[in-house]
Structures are given as structure tokens and as C-alpha cells.
């Protein structure tokens, strides 16, 4: 079944045609990764699809709703939540104020203390920071992080919201060959419960942890499919060859 279905979306600015006739269907509880040369519309269709800026012609379907022209809060409130590459935390606030802050943007706090029964809310808080090996840090003040542990800092705080869809625009950017690797174990197991699309140029980390992959070159849907497709595409090799 799918979650997201982009029906095509074009995009321009000026004279710049960014996304060109946009064609994806992202299937639930899969990692769906878009990948492609720089300038090839990635960040410019996560954005799309997030509400951050919305498409001049085409179609994005969510869980059944069409939301090209809803607003960012409306995609959030439904279960859409977007990280950007530069990360949004709060540098002056511990750790777990972080997450705390998180839980409380959402309309309903109780229902998230509740779902769990006797599980209270600091409970559910330290379970997410043991989840991405931040418990320890739960009292540091988030600006006192590495980079990496940013990075995990605010995808915990997307991933407690429990969305049924999350986008991340380059997760590893700027981490170390170990920090990537402890990434893509992190993300795992949320397959259970959210589905993400993943922007990322770093080939090998997203096909390892990735279902299916969709290569954008120039605004345009170059290819499609299984990782396994992917990596014997002619096409693909090509332009990775010429225009990365």
C-alpha cells in the first residue's frame, strides 16, 4: 500500500524548471531513498512534499489526502514530519528538554502519555534517547553535542512524534565513516512503525538500508525501483559518471 504518491509535480523558479513531471509512489513501512547528481531537484522535492514550498503543477497524495496545497502544519499534524540536513535543535536546552519540547509541539500530549498505559512521560522520553544512545547525555546541554549526536538528537525528536511519515534531507552529512554505519542501525527499527524517503549522497549507506531508490537527474525521474535495478542501470552508471 502506498503512503505517498507524487503525480507529476513540476516545480520552477524563474526560469529554472527544478522538478519536471515528477512520478513516485512510496510504498508503507519502506525506506525509500532519492538520490541523484548535485542540482538534480532532491532537496527541492522533499520541500515539495513537506509544504515548504508547493508544486506549480501535479499532485501529492499522503495516506489518502491530497495535501499539495495544504499548509506544512496541516502535512505535521497528519503524521508528515521533514529533517532538514541543517539541523533545528534548541543548543541552549539539555537533551532531554529537546525531545520534551518535541512531544509538546504535538496537539495531544496526553495521548502519547497514555498510549503506553502506565508508562509516564519521562518513561517514554529516556526510552527514545536510549534508542539513539543519548541517555547519558539526557542532562548535556544539546549545543555542547557533537555533530553527530545532533544529527540523532533531532531525528529522536521526529521520531517520537511517531509519524506515519518521515522525510531526511542527507541524515549522515558531516558524520564519520562509524557515525554512518551506527546511523542506519538507529533508523532500522522504525520501519515498524514510519516510513521514511531519504535524501543522501552517500551511495553505499543508502543502498544498505534502503528498499527501493529513485534517481533524479535534472528534475526529471531517471530511474526507479529495487536497489538491485538500480545498480545495473546503464543510465544510472552514466550519469554518475558524467554529471556527480
Known amino acids: 500500500m502506498a503512503i505517498l504518491e507524487i503525480k507529476g509535480v513540476c516545480k520552477q523558479f524563474g526560469t529554472l524548471r527544478a522538478l519536471e513531471g515528477v512520478d513516485i509512489s512510496v510504498e508503507q513501512n519502506t525506506f525509500h531513498g532519492l538520490i541523484g547528481p548535485n542540482g538534480s531537484g532532491k532537496s527541492t522535492l522533499l520541500k515539495a512534499i513537506a509544504g515548504d514550498h508547493y508544486a506549480d503543477e501535479g499532485t501529492v497524495i499522503f495516506d489518502g489526502i491530497d495535501i499539495t496545497e495544504r499548509s506544512p502544519e496541516f502535512r505535521a499534524k497528519n503524521g508528515l514530519n521533514l529533517k532538514f540536513q541543517i539541523t533545528s535543535i534548541f543548543p541552549?536546552?539539555?537533551?532531554?528538554?529537546?525531545?520534551?519540547?518535541?512531544?509538546?509541539?504535538?496537539?495531544?500530549v496526553w495521548s502519547l502519555i497514555t498510549s503506553k498505559g502506565k508508562d509516564s512521560l519521562n518513561d517514554k522520553i529516556m526510552e527514545t534517547l536510549k534508542q539513539f544512545k543519548l541517555a547519558d547525555r539526557a542532562e548535556t546541554l544539546a549545543g555542547e553535542l557533537s555533530h553527530g549526536l545532533q544529527q540523532w538528537l533531532e531525528i529522536a525528536m521526529a521520531v517520537i512524534r511517531k509519524p506515519k511519515l518521515l522525510l531526511l534531507d542527507e541524515p549522515t552529512g558531516g558524520m564519520s565513516p562509524e557515525e554512518r554505519r551506527a546511523t542506519g542501525e538507529l533508523l532500522l527499527p522504525i520501519k515498524n512503525y514510519t516510513t521514511l524517503v531519504i535524501v543522501e549522497h552517500d551511495?553505499?549507506?543508502?543502498?544498505?538500508?534502503?528498499d527501493n531508490l529513485t534517481v533524479?537527474?535534472?528534475?526529471?525521474?531517471?530511474?526507479?525501483?529495487?536497489?538491485?535495478?538500480?545498480?545495473?542501470?546503464?543510465?544510472?552508471?552514466?550519469?554518475y559518471t558524467t554529471r556527480v
Open 203 to 210: 551511495l553505499e549507506w543508502i543502498k544498505d538500508i534502503c
Open 216 to 239: 533524479l537527474d535534472q528534475g526529471k525521474v531517471l530511474e526507479d525501483g529495487s536497489v538491485k535495478k538500480i545498480e545495473s542501470s546503464e543510465r544510472v552508471k552514466e550519469v
Open 92 to 108: 541552549e536546552l539539555s537533551t532531554y528538554d529537546n525531545i520534551l519540547l518535541s512531544i509538546q509541539s504535538m496537539q495531544s
